[in-house]
């Protein structure tokens, strides 16, 4: 089966609209039949922090909430680069349910070698 991996980089206060388009577009994916994978990177991680996103939503999507919602129970799979949430002082216990794991390089390079990856 084809994996689609989505890495994010910018914070949702930035960039609303391009952050729930991707993750608008993983769902998609997945309601495809797709394997798809979320990495949070950089300023990304800050959208795992509980009531990070509340309230936020770009005007052609569902809030960023829901869509991170509907991304968790249709099984997608949502990653946190572990050095990024440190130096941004994120801690997995203050973050949202649904998080597979805190990764670091490593884990992204072994999964994109098979898969498409998209980058925002």
Same mark, same amino acid.
Request: glycine content about 10%; proline content about 2%.
């Given at each position: 089966m084809t994996r689609m991996i989505y890495v994010l980089t910018h914070d949702p206060k930035d960039r609303l609209e %391009?952050?729930?388009?991707?993750? !608008? #577009? !993983?769902v998609?994916? %997945?309601?495809? &039949?797709y394997e798809?994978? $979320?990495f949070l990177l950089d300023r990304a991680v800050k959208s795992a922090v509980t009531g990070? $996103?509340?309230g936020m939503k770009a005007e052609s999507f569902a809030s %960023? #909430?829901?869509?991170? &919602?509907?991304?968790s129970?249709?099984? &997608?799979?949502?990653?946190?680069? !572990?050095?990024?949430a440190h130096s941004s002082h994120i801690q997995q216990e203050h973050c949202i349910s649904g $998080? *597979?794991?805190?990764?670091?390089? &490593?884990?992204?390079? *072994?999964h994109a070698k098979d898969s498409v990856v998209f980058t925002y």
């Open positions: %391009l952050v729930s388009s991707a993750v !608008a #577009q !993983a998609v994916a %997945l309601s495809f &039949g798809a994978e $979320i990070y $996103i509340d %960023l #909430q829901e869509l991170f &919602g509907m991304f129970e249709m099984d &997608g799979k949502l990653y946190v680069c !572990a050095p990024s $998080i *597979t794991g805190f990764v670091d390089a &490593g884990m992204l390079v *072994t």
